[in-house]
């Protein structure tokens, strides 16, 4: 299994905390975000891991290389980054997962429970992500499923009310629906010139043709996305002690 990490955005929201460095190396405890989410790969037996990198992405490949020295990490550099979003990054990993029977795609910005990949792993879904369920509102991206507990929307802008809990950015993906997925992606970018929307745009499309995801609830494990300030403080005031 392979692991695909999305480190490519400026983070505004973050700044002054992300003007000398990206967000996924700002710390939290005693590690910064993409050392968690690596070493989180890593005991979870995924040592293939794709980044794509954009903003000061020379910092980012100097910690992994120092960090990880013996660990052969895939970068991939978006250049366009300030320009686009994450579709445009995973659409970049296309050459690196195209062919795998299956990987595990997160964002660079998350904190989280290692034990959360080895549920999803373990997961008898071949395509699912990781749900909160808490209080929503406006921010989250939220999942709405069907009786079958297939997910028929997936969105920032879905119905809170319907909405079962928020995607945490954390999916396993198989070969056939990735095939599906980069299909879509070309027809959105190449096409469409859609490269400064979220990648859940593309996974609501595809529900159109039959490709589903399920959620699975990984609400017992601490996790948080990092956007703003307040968010990151926030995480060092919550982050269990057997996480720092």
């Known amino acids: 299994m392979k692991a695909v990490i999305l480190a490519a ?59 990880y020295p013996n660990l052969p990490v895939r970068f991939i550099y978006n250049e366009v980054y300030a320009s686009t979003n994450n579709i445009y990054s995973l659409w970049l990993a296309k050459p690196e997962v195209l062919q795998e029977e299956e990987i595990i795609l997160l964002d660079s910005d998350i904190l989280y429970d290692p034990r959360m990949i080895k549920v999803l792993q373990d997961a008898p879904y071949n395509d699912c992500l990781a749900l909160d369920s808490h209080k929503l509102g406006e921010e989250e991206i939220k999942v709405i ?75 017992n494990y601490f996790s948080m996305e990092l956007d703003t300030v307040e968010d990151f403080q926030d995480a060092i005031n919550r982050i269990p002690k057997y996480l720092q």
Do not use: W
Request: hydrophobic letters at 40%; one cysteine or more.
């Open 9 to 67: 955005g400026i983070a505004s929201r973050l700044r002054p905390l992300t003007n000398d460095r990206p967000k996924c190396l700002l710390k939290i405890g005693n590690r910064p975000l993409l050392q968690r989410a690596i070493d989180g790969l890593l005991v979870n037996g995924i040592d293939e891991i794709v980044i794509v990198t954009g903003y000061l992405k020379e910092m980012i490949e100097n910690f992994v290389q120092t960090t």
């Open 145 to 219: 499923v069907n009786e079958e507990n297939q997910i028929t929307e997936i969105s920032k802008t879905c119905s809170i009310e319907k909405a079962i809990g928020e995607s945490i950015g954390i999916e396993k993906i198989s070969n056939a629906y990735l095939s599906a997925l980069y299909t879509e992606l070309e027809q959105m970018i190449v096409n469409e010139g859609l490269d400064n929307v979220f990648y859940e745009l593309a996974f609501e499309r595809l529900i159109t043709r039959g490709h589903y995801f399920y959620p699975v609830d990984t609400s």
